[in-house]
């Protein structure tokens, strides 16, 4: 079965601190990863998404990387963690015209 | 404008209410329609999709699309507290956007 694993659920880091955040999928091959940021209020805002290993397009710019080592991994970065990166994280991948969510990870930075 | 406008309430009903959630969009590109539902700290669920205009139903739930109005409803008839969730609609041609969400809180 097609299984999404996002890891950790909740993360509180201080400011200037690196962020590395992990998702795998299981159960398909070559698909299509997002990251994601949801804003209480203001939705999804996409941030990054690969076709491919090693392929990564930014949407937004922005103190966060993206980079996808393996066909199932995708990896979430930050060298320096700033306040306004504090926000909900999820990993997705594409199925159809739709996507299929990670059970997210909660960042706050203090 | 943004390109999906989503109510985000808070909308609270009684167990058994009919619930009508709605958003606006304007990219006439848009293809495929979406709503999915998201519990507190979990990640967004895809409840129900469909293609261009016209309805589709599941179980209690019901998804309309009116493409000539640039407007999508999803209804869920007799409610449940289990209903309770923040819903959000999407829509996507080559890219997916997605609504804000509307807070439901249905109460026993």
């Known amino acids: 079965s097609q299984t999404i694993h996002q890891w950790p659920a909740t993360l509180v880091q201080p400011v200037g601190s690196p962020l590395s955040l992990e998702c795998t999928v299981e159960?398909?091959?070559?698909?299509?990863l997002y990251w994601y940021r949801q804003a209480a209020g203001r939705g999804l805002q996409l941030l990054f998404y690969?076709?491919?290993?090693?392929?990564i397009s930014s949407e937004v710019p922005q103190n966060l990387s993206a980079s996808r080592p393996q066909d199932r991994q995708f990896i979430l970065s930050s060298k320096k963690l700033l306040l306004s990166d504090s926000g909900f994280y999820l990993c997705?991948?594409?199925?159809?015209?739709?996507?299929?969510f990670g059970s997210g990870t909660r960042l706050t930075v203090v | 404008q943004k390109e999906v406008e989503q109510d985000p309430g808070p909308l609270s009903v009684p167990e058994g209410a009919i619930v009508s959630l709605n958003c606006t969009y304007s990219n006439s590109a848009f293809q495929y329609f979406m709503w999915y539902r998201q519990y507190s700290r979990k990640g967004p669920e895809l409840l129900m999709y469909?293609?261009?205009?016209g309805n589709k139903e599941d179980g209690r739930f019901t998804a309309q699309v009116d493409k000539s109005s640039k407007y999508i409803s999803l209804f869920i008839r007799d409610s449940q507290p289990s209903d309770s969730a923040t819903y959000l609609c999407?829509?996507?041609?080559?890219?997916?956007?997605f609504g804000a969400g509307t807070r439901l809180t249905v109460k026993p």
């Open positions: 999407a829509m996507s041609n080559n890219d997916m956007r």
């Open positions: 159960g398909t091959s070559n698909p299509n």
């Open positions: 690969s076709v491919g290993i090693g392929q």
């Open positions: 997705a991948w594409s199925v159809g015209p739709g996507r299929i």
């Open positions: 469909t293609y261009s205009s």
